[in-house]
């Protein structure tokens, strides 16, 4: 990868530094990270927000995703780490857009932990990983994200909740929680942002591609949900409620099938999905008082070179206990509005309950947990002093559709069981008649 020269973005006021530095320093102690000091917001009802809007993808590092950023706390060429004989490897840059025939990374509460290394940081070559953890993309393999990094702010201090998989990260977008650390689909009853937002009479939808996860709640959330077809319609035609929650299209990831960007799935067919939710955002009449907010569940077990830190949780760790409170590695993460400073860098310190925070910051309603009451809410990202209203000029991705790798070899199945269990469960409930 050619170099290039770092450019220091200056966002916010002096307020802001002295959080951003903050944060930082909270990261790099792997102390329990807080909100960090923070700049005057208005008053909710002021603040000219309406909608929010939020997009879940998975499974992609920042270093992996983003770490050519200029300005952006990244890293990408020039690391190397040992695998489980002692023999070093570099990261490279990947020329294939899926990885088909490699391992898709370990990304399991275990994984995490043998990544992390006791904050050594030197795992991602060992275990399962293969040469694909190690590899990276540019700016000229992502024709959405290279642009979209001028139109909206990019957080590179952004972490997924827990060091673990993706339905215990996933619960945390919702319940600010979660209560496994595996991707079992037995139910659950944990509240959620959904149950404070219809108590406070708030609209809000969850639109979902193939399938729901909401659906491990039971039929509890069927009245507020949509196939994902119906956010393009209401964005266009100004119906978006105050809260949007969007999900990908999840099945056949593992041979390359999805559009999430989960292993193997071909990157261009995320970039052309993340596209496609933006444009309708900001072509829709309410893109004036509109905050898109895009993240992935975790890091996918990629490399990624900042330590993650420790959140507040409701769950206490006892001796023989699985650990909540550590969180997993940086993910990519943006947001788009016209109070967002376009081609900021936020370097505070994140996780996805930051949004919750937000959601309920917006439209006054009581945090749901430890996490995020402590959050760092997304508001300080944003500029309502001078909000720019005018349309940014976005890139169509067309969507090359899926491209099946061939015969699986080391590491590859045929699909994930939790998907599966998760499409049965939609299968045989009154879920399957959302089309």
């Not at 939790?418 to 049965?424: A, C, G, K, M, V």
């Amino acid at each position: 990868m050619s170099e290039f020269t770092r450019r220091q973005l200056l966002i916010g006021t002096a307020a802001a530094a002295a959080g951003v530095a903050a944060s930082r320093g909270a990261a790099a102690a792997s102390t329990p990270a807080t909100s960090a000091a923070s700049v005057a917001l208005p008053r909710p009802a002021d603040s000219g927000i309406e909608h929010i809007v939020f997009l879940c993808m998975e499974n992609r590092s920042f270093d992996h995703y983003l770490g050519w950023l200029p300005g952006a706390e990244g890293k990408q060429a020039g690391l190397s780490y040992l695998d489980d004989h002692g023999v070093r490897h570099a990261t490279h840059h990947l020329i294939e857009r899926q990885g088909c025939g490699f391992n898709d990374p370990d990304h399991s509460y275990e994984g995490g932990r043998i990544q992390l290394a006791g904050g050594k940081l030197d795992g991602f070559r060992k275990g399962s990983n293969d040469e694909f953890a190690l590899g990276y993309y540019t700016k000229d393999d992502l024709p959405f994200y290279s642009k979209f990094v001028q139109q909206s702010t990019v957080f590179d201090h952004w972490f997924a909740p827990i060091l673990s998989a993706t339905f215990p990260n996933r619960f945390y977008t919702h319940a600010a929680r979660t209560d496994r650390i595996d991707n079992t689909s037995r139910q659950t009853s944990m509240p959620t942002i959904w149950d404070r937002l219809a108590a406070a009479g708030v609209p809000a939808n969850y639109y979902f591609s193939d399938l729901p996860f909401l659906a491990l709640w039971g039929e509890k959330y069927l009245p507020i949900s949509k196939p994902v077809a119906s956010f393009w319609t209401d964005a266009a035609s100004g119906r978006l409620p105050q809260f949007s929650y969007l999900d990908p299209f999840f099945l056949g990831e593992a041979q390359g099938g999805s559009n999430d960007d989960h292993p193997h799935a071909d990157i261009l067919r995320g970039q052309a999905f993340v596209s496609e939710v933006a444009r309708a955002v900001a072509m829709s009449p309410q893109w004036r008082s509109t905050a898109l907010v895009i993240t992935y569940d975790e890091w996918g077990g990629f490399f990624d070179h900042v330590r993650p830190p420790r959140f507040a949780d409701d769950h206490i760790t006892g001796p023989g206990e699985y650990d909540h409170g550590q969180a997993g590695f940086r993910v990519p993460s943006f947001i788009f509005s016209p109070f967002a400073r376009r081609g900021g860098i936020d370097s505070g310190v994140y996780d996805h309950t930051s949004m919750l925070r937000f959601v309920e910051w917006r439209f006054g309603l009581a945090p749901l947990s430890a996490r995020d009451r402590n959050a760092r809410n997304l508001a300080n990202a944003l500029d309502f002093r001078a909000p720019r209203t005018d349309v940014p000029t976005l890139p169509t991705v067309l969507d090359p559709g899926p491209h099946i790798c061939g015969t699986p070899g080391t590491g590859m199945s045929q699909e994930e069981p939790f998907w599966l269990e998760l499409r049965d469960l939609k299968n045989r409930s009154a879920w399957r008649h959302i089309a």
